[in-house]
């Protein structure tokens, strides 16, 4: 064999054994990502502890993080009173705002 193809074949089999390392790297990047964080499901602990003391229909007011205030009434859920909204919550303010 030539001295060209020789450097060929060699070039060849080292592309060859390095190819499964760059595609495992590939699989590894893609599992170190951060996972996203899911809101978690059901109301939040605020809407419990407006209801603490209080009864069932009993109407209470809420303030959120951002400022709002949401009225509400308590109401049983799984054997716990909740504040349930009596209207939708207002949106969360645009990013820019902040």
């Not at 699989?27 to 209801?51: K, L, S, W």
């Amino acid at each position: 064999m030539e001295p060209k193809g020789l450097l060929a074949a060699a070039m060849l089999i080292g592309l060859l054994l390095t190819a499964p390392s760059v595609g495992l790297a590939a699989v590894d990047t893609d599992q170190e990502r951060p996972q996203r964080r899911e809101r978690p499901q059901g109301p939040p602990p605020e809407f419990f502890q407006a209801c603490t003391d209080k009864q069932a229909g009993e109407a209470v007011s809420i303030e959120t993080p951002h400022g709002h205030v949401i009225d509400a009434i308590c109401t049983e859920r799984d054997g716990r009173l909740v504040a349930k909204p009596l209207n939708d919550p207002p949106p969360p303010p645009d990013k820019e705002q902040e």
